[in-house]
């Protein structure tokens, strides 16, 4: 099922997101069929359980689309539960990013191209890699919506001040988008 996404400016993505345990992940298979659901429909490649009102400790990643530019993606996918990420050495790299709570726009971010991440798999299994590339950065992409934040917040402040009227129409929900979605304003 395709559930709205929720816009930029609304609680939910700036909650600490709860950790999932083996006494609540029952309906854990239907959700993430939903949300990748929801992020096929809304053509993105990751997409974390707050943006869609659920505030706990999940995430879906389908980077295979990007894998003729970033070899690192080819065949990704895999559902996220309590990831943690550790970064490695190295510097920022700075790239575009965007993200479906905030559609239309897409700003440079700089972040480290080499993690290492911990996570269970849907059948609560865990698993340990360490990932380099866009691979990378999409996966602390969508672990910085599980600790509230969303990737406008590594953006410098004079930057977010040209943009304010692009993010108050979020928040109002005056965007035009192809997907559902979910604002602030619409709660």
């Not at 550790?86 to 709570?101: A, D, F, K, M, Y």
């Not at 691979?135 to 590594?154: F, N, S």
Request: glycine share 8%.
């Amino acid at each position: 099922m395709k559930l709205p996404i929720y816009l930029y400016g609304h609680p939910v993505l700036r909650q600490e997101a709860a950790p999932i345990t083996a006494d609540n992940s029952g309906e854990l298979k239907k959700l993430v069929d939903d949300m990748f659901e929801t992020m096929y429909a809304a053509e993105g490649c990751g997409l974390a359980a707050p943006q869609i009102g659920k505030s706990i400790r999940l995430v879906v990643i389908d980077a295979d689309v990007l894998g003729d530019e970033y070899p690192e993606c080819k065949g990704r996918k895999f559902a996220l539960i309590n990831p943690e990420v550790t970064i490695l050495e190295g510097e920022e790299v700075g790239r575009n990013e965007g993200c479906l709570s905030l559609p239309g726009l897409s700003e440079n971010v700089n972040r480290v191209e080499h993690i290492r991440l911990k996570w269970l798999d849907e059948e609560m299994n865990p698993h340990e890699e360490e990932m380099s590339g866009f691979l990378a950065r999409i996966v602390q992409h969508e672990c910085d919506h599980l600790d509230g934040k969303v990737y406008m917040d590594h953006v410098s402040t004079g930057r977010r001040l040209l943009l304010r009227g692009k993010l108050r129409n979020l928040v109002e929900g005056k965007v035009r988008c192809d997907y559902r979605v979910k604002s602030a304003s619409r709660r």
